[in-house]
C-alpha cells in the first residue's frame, strides 16, 4: 500500500452519521469502498448516502477518489467530481453531505481492527495535521470568531470617522489570525464561508457602536462576482438598515470592469459604498478606477512606509494617483500610517482618510465602548494628537 512504503498511513476522518463523534478509517487494502451497502470498507448508514457511493484506490503511486454514480454526489474539496481526482494530505471529501478529512500520519499509529476502523476523540482531533480543517469547519458551523476594529481618521476634521472591521479565530486548535486562518481556509474550500462568518458577527457587534461609525468589511478573493457575496450583503443590509457599511475589494481581485460595475450597481442598492484595498500592492489597475471608480481607495501600507523620506520621484507618483482618484470624484486613504512625520505627507499629499498604527491598533469594541464614556478611557493627553476629542469614539468585536 502507499502508506506502508511511505512509512505513513493514511486516514479518513469523519462521522459515520452526521451526529457521533468523529471516526478514523485507516485506509488499508485498497481499494477502498464507501457506501450505505454493509460490509464496505466504510459504510456510512444514512439515506442521502448511496448505496455504493464512492472508492478510493491507489494510481500512479498516489491516493485517488472517485464518485460510482450516487445519487447526492461526491465532492473534493468543496468541487464536484466529475472525474477520479488525486488526493493529498489535508483534503476534505464530501459523500453527498457527509464530511470527511484524508490524513496522513506515522505508521506507529496502531491499528485495532482488520477493518482499520479507529475511535477518534475530539483530543486528537485538536492536534491533527488535518484536524485544523475539520476544526475550521467547526468554528465556522458554531460561530466560534470574533472581531476587532481599527479606527480610520479624517484627515481634514481630525475626527475618527469609521473603522476597519478585521475577523479574529476563537477556536483554541486553531490560530487566531485571519492569514493562517485563510490558508486553512483556501486549502478546505472554506475561505467564502469564513469571510462571511467573519462579516457577520463583526457586523453584529459594529451595530451597537457609538457615534455611527462607517464600518468598512473585507470580502476574500473568491467570492467576488458570486452569488453568495451578494445575498449575504442584503442579508446584513437587511438585519442592520441603518448601519453605515463599505465593502473592501482586494485590487488584484478586480481584473474586469464589467464586473467591478455589476458589483457597484448592487451595492448602491444597498446603499453600500465600494472600497479598492490594497491600492498599489500590485498592479495600480487604472483603468478599472477610470471606467468603474470606487468610493474609496485605500492605498497599500507598502507605498507609505516612510513616504517623507522617500525620493520625489516616489511622493509624486503617489501624489499623482491620489489627484487621479479625486478627479474621479474617490476618497483616497493612506494605510499603515505609523509615524507624526508620514501622516503629514499624507496631509500634504491630498490624501482624505488615515489608517495606521498611530492613529489606533485593531481593539475589541469594548475598548472603543470605554473610551467614548465620559470620565473613562483615554484620557486627553494620551490620545494621537491629530484625533479631535470630540471624534466619535468606535466600539470594536472580540
Not at 107 to 118: C, D, E, K, R
Not at 338 to 359: D, H
Request: glycine share 8%.
Amino acid at each position: 500500500m502507499i502508506g506502508q512504503s511511505s512509512g505513513a498511513d493514511w486516514y479518513l476522518e469523519g462521522s459515520v452519521d452526521g451526529e457521533t463523534p468523529p471516526t478514523r478509517f485507516r485506509l488499508s487494502g485498497l481499494p477502498v469502498r464507501v457506501g450505505r451497502q454493509p460490509g464496505l470498507e466504510v459504510v456510512l448508514p444514512v439515506s442521502h448516502v448511496s448505496t455504493l457511493h464512492a472508492e478510493i484506490f491507489e494510481s500512479q503511486e498516489r491516493l485517488w477518489v472517485r464518485d460510482l454514480g450516487s445519487s447526492n454526489g461526491t465532492r473534493l474539496n468543496q468541487r464536484p467530481l466529475r472525474e477520479p481526482a488525486p488526493l493529498s494530505d489535508g483534503d476534505i471529501v464530501h459523500f453527498a453531505d457527509m464530511e470527511f478529512v484524508l490524513e496522513r500520519v506515522a505508521a506507529s499509529v496502531p491499528t485495532t481492527t482488520p477493518t482499520g476502523l479507529l475511535p477518534y476523540t475530539s483530543g486528537q482531533i485538536a492536534s491533527g495535521p488535518r484536524s485544523r480543517a475539520r476544526a475550521l469547519r467547526q468554528l465556522i458551523d458554531e460561530e466560534r470568531a470574533c472581531a476587532v476594529f481599527q479606527p480610520i481618521v479624517d484627515l481634514r476634521s481630525c475626527r475618527r470617522s469609521g473603522f476597519e472591521l478585521l475577523g479574529r479565530g476563537a477556536h483554541e486548535a486553531l490560530p487566531t489570525k485571519p492569514g493562517p486562518l485563510f490558508e486553512i481556509a483556501n486549502a478546505a474550500g472554506l475561505a467564502a464561508e469564513l469571510s462571511t462568518l467573519f462579516r457577520s458577527v463583526g457586523t453584529r457587534v459594529a451595530a451597537s457602536l457609538d457615534g455611527a461609525p462607517r464600518i468598512f468589511i473585507n470580502t476574500h478573493p473568491v467570492e467576488v462576482g458570486t452569488r453568495a457575496l451578494f445575498e449575504s450583503l442584503v442579508a446584513l443590509r437587511e438585519q442592520y438598515p441603518a448601519l453605515l457599511l463599505a465593502l473592501e475589494v482586494h485590487e488584484t481581485t478586480v481584473t474586469h470592469p464589467k464586473c467591478l460595475r455589476e458589483l457597484r450597481s448592487a451595492l448602491v442598492d444597498l446603499e453600500i459604498p465600494l472600497a479598492f484595498d490594497d491600492f498599489g500592492a500590485g498592479q495600480a489597475r487604472l483603468l478599472e478606477l477610470a471606467e468603474a471608480p470606487p468610493d474609496f481607495l485605500k492605498f497599500d501600507m507598502c507605498l507609505m512606509r516612510d513616504i517623507h523620506k522617500a525620493p520625489a520621484s516616489r511622493q509624486s507618483m503617489v501624489e499623482k494617483l491620489v489627484n487621479i482618484g479625486r478627479d474621479a470624484g474617490v476618497l483616497c486613504l493612506a494605510e499603515g500610517v505609523e509615524s507624526e512625520e508620514e501622516l503629514n505627507a499624507c496631509r500634504q499629499i491630498g490624501f482624505e482618510f488615515a489608517q495606521g498604527y498611530l492613529l489606533g491598533r485593531p481593539k475589541p469594541a469594548e475598548h472603543w465602548r470605554d473610551e467614548a464614556r465620559p470620565g473613562a478611557g483615554t484620557s486627553r493627553s494620551s490620545r494621537p494628537r491629530h484625533v479631535a476629542d470630540d471624534a466619535p469614539k468606535p466600539e470594536s468585536t472580540t
